[in-house]
Every structure is written in structure tokens, then in C-alpha cells.
């Protein structure tokens, strides 16, 4: 599935990239946190399709809810990739930061007119 959509979602991306040389790889809570991962692997994928689909049955006239709705799933996926890191020895994503990524990620996606709002 995720060949098709072209990317893994933040959280899977978090999760590649934590290796047996993190301090706590081994506790059963960074162990447990790899489960998100693909959670939203599935949620993006899904997202991918919905998006676009329902995007094209209303005319655009969804954008402003699809966009809001797409913004909280990113929101989501950030929140927990920030805490697959800090749960294996990381360090945790401020709100801040979370925040500004989940905005520039959807301005973005408006701009370069990538409809899928979930593909950043």
C-alpha cells in the first residue's frame, strides 16, 4: 500500500529511523509505540483516495472542511511520531513546531494545487 501512495507517514518515518542504538530501543514502551506507525500509514493512505474522490463529487465545495479534517490527521500523525521518539530515548517535537509543520504542510499542498492535502 504504501508503494502506491509514494510516502510513509510521519510516524512510520520516526519509527525507520530508530535503531537498537537509541537508549531505550529495547523497552517495551518504544517497542509499543512502533504500533502507531501503521495506524497512519493507513490514515494517509486512505486519506490519498478519499481526498481527491471527495473533492471531485462536490465540486470543491468540501475544501475548507477536507482541509481542516486532513489538517487534525497530521496533527495526529506529528503528535505521535514526536512521541515514538521521545518514548524510545529521543527528544519529544515542541507544539510549537508541530503546529507550523501541519500549516505549511497544507498551505503547500493549496499552493503547488496537490489536491490529496494528505501527500506533504
Do not use: W
Amino acid at each position: 500500500m504504501l508503494a502506491l501512495s509514494g510516502c510513509a507517514s510521519h510516524t512510520r518515518s520516526m519509527a525507520d529511523s530508530i535503531g537498537p542504538h537509541f537508549e531505550k530501543f529495547q523497552e517495551p514502551v518504544c517497542q509499543r509505540s512502533f504500533e502507531l506507525a501503521s495506524l497512519h500509514d493507513d490514515i494517509r493512505f486512505a486519506r490519498m483516495i478519499a481526498t481527491p474522490s471527495l473533492l471531485l463529487l462536490t465540486g470543491g465545495s468540501y475544501i475548507v472542511p477536507l482541509l481542516s479534517l486532513n489538517m487534525g490527521f497530521d496533527a495526529l500523525d506529528q503528535i505521535d511520531s514526536s512521541h515514538v521518539s521521545q518514548a524510545c530515548g529521543g527528544f519529544a517535537t515542541p507544539a510549537r513546531n508541530i503546529l507550523e509543520k501541519v500549516v505549511l504542510g497544507a498551505g503547500f499542498s493549496l499552493f503547488t494545487g496537490n489536491v490529496k492535502l494528505g501527500g506533504n
